[in-house]
Nanobody, 126 residues
Framework: QERLEESGGGSVQPGGSLTLACVMS????????MGWFRQAPGTERAGVAN???????TYADSVEGRFTISRDLAKNTLYLTMNLLEPEDSGMYYC????????????????????WGQGTQVTVSS
């Protein structure tokens, strides 16, 4: 079964940068949709950035212009480069793959479940 493993989280000051990585293992195909979600305490998991097999990218309004999603298919790795981080960006960041895209670009799997990683914590504070 496909596995996702995130890394790169940490603590930074406002205005700082981090790059998250998600390695996809035990897969022999490129998922239709790959993306990043985040969840802060007391809130629901929400989409941050997504990229589909054709390279179409969508971002949440709150991160547009600051975050960049990218992938290296040869390495089966998905990245999220985060610049100008704000305290509101704090939370657990999850990598996910799905077989479809919603209208807002987020990945989902009709009649099933996305594959999720275990998450990596990002904390932005002074």
């Amino acid at each position: 079964q496909e596995r996702l493993e995130e890394s790169g989280g940490g603590s930074v000051q406002p205005g700082g940068s981090l790059t998250l990585a998600c390695v996809m293992s035990k897969t022999q195909y490129t998922p239709y949709c790959m993306g990043w979600f985040r969840q802060a305490p007391g809130t629901e998991r929400a989409g941050v950035a997504n990229i589909d097999r054709d390279g179409r990218i969508t971002y949440a309004d709150s991160v547009e212009g600051r975050f960049t999603i990218s992938r290296d298919l040869a390495k089966n790795t998905l990245y999220l480069t985060m610049n100008l981080l704000e305290p509101e960006d704090s939370g657990m960041y999850y990598c996910t793959t799905g077989s479809a895209r919603r209208r807002n670009g987020t990945c989902y799997t009709p009649f099933g479940e996305n594959v999720w990683g275990q998450g990596t914590q990002v904390t932005v504070s002074s």
